[in-house]
């Protein structure tokens, strides 16, 4: 099992820039696929990014693909999403997610066993 806790949200202006943190503890960060995910109200949670444990595959959703960045840092335990050009329509609850060690990268939230608490993004128009 793995800690993780979102941080970097807040309210930005559309066409604005954003970058989360989430911050995983235990000692089998690297091995681990990360996700994000978000969840808008009345919505259910879509996934957004996901990386693989070296970093080496990244993939997106369609709605973010070239706005949004998902990287990792293995030495800090740490994954990272840049968001630009922030969008109304990106309003959510951002949710970071790891799989399990040695898993294949996944955009499947029932692919993921462990979840943050969620961090908050409104873009206002």
């Known amino acids: 099992q793995v800690q993780l806790v979102e941080s970097g949200g807040g309210l930005v202006q559309a066409g604005g820039s954003l970058t989360l943190s989430c911050a995983a503890s235990?000692?089998?960060?690297?091995?681990?696929?990360m996700g994000w995910f978000r969840q808008a109200p009345e919505k259910e949670r879509e996934f957004v990014a996901a990386?693989?444990?070296?970093?080496?595959?990244?993939y997106y959703s369609d709605s973010v693909k070239g706005r949004f960045t998902i990287s990792r840092d293995n030495a800090e335990n740490t994954v990272y999403m840049q968001m630009n050009n922030v969008e109304p329509e990106d309003t959510a609850v951002y949710y970071c997610?790891?799989?399990?060690?040695?898993?294949?990268?996944?955009?499947?939230?029932?692919?993921?066993?462990?979840w943050g608490q969620g961090t908050q993004v409104t873009v206002s128009s």
């Open positions: 235990g000692h089998t960060f690297s091995s681990r696929p």
């Open positions: 997610a790891a799989a399990p060690p040695w898993t294949i990268v996944t955009m499947t939230p029932t692919g993921y066993t462990d």
């Open positions: 990386i693989s444990g070296a970093g080496s595959a990244r």
